[in-house]
């Protein structure tokens, strides 16, 4: 099984980006715990983070035929873009979203989500466990889908 991470903007400032709200966790070490758990399941995660609206769009697409599901974190672009939500859409892979801060309990604005309702799941306010529940439900949600 293949397992697409998608990290979106500033989640690259992980550990140094307001600590009291997304913890004190590097990036490189969510993903290398990720990983080390899909392996030990016999899944595989490739991992992807861009600033970049564009390049997210573009990895998304590039899943289509290699990958079984997508644990995203889509950082502001959550808030703002019809486009990843179209894209997630277009390859018709179950994807779960994830975030670290609980985005109910903070400004207005990060309230709606273009991508929740079309979602397998939705994770948030956990801190990087998140992550791997997010992993988790994707590979639980593959057994089901593949007896
Ligand atoms: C975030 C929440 C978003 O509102 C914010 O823009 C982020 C991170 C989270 O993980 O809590 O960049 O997705």
Redesign the pocket.
């Known amino acids: 099984m293949e397992i697409l991470l998608l990290n979106?903007?500033?989640?690259n400032m992980l550990g140094k980006r307001e600590p009291q709200?997304?913890g004190h966790l590097t990036l490189d070490a969510i993903v290398d715990n990720l990983s080390a758990l899909a392996t030990e399941a016999g899944a595989r995660l490739q991992h992807f983070q861009s600033n970049a609206e564009h390049a997210l769009i573009d990895r998304i697409h590039a899943a289509i035929d290699n990958v079984d599901a997508i644990i995203i974190?889509?950082?502001?672009f959550?808030?703002t873009s019809i486009a990843l939500r179209d894209a997630l859409l277009s390859v018709n892979i179950p994807f779960i979203e994830?975030?670290?801060?609980n985005?109910h309990a903070?400004e207005p604005f990060?309230h709606h989500s273009y991508l929740s309702d079309v979602a397998a799941g939705v994770i948030?306010g956990l801190g990087a466990l998140g992550y791997q529940l997010a992993l988790t439900a994707a590979l639980n949600l593959y057994q089901s889908n593949h007896p």
């Open positions: 979106g903007p500033n989640l709200t997304y974190n889509p950082g502001a959550t808030h994830v975030h670290l801060s985005v903070r990060r948030l």
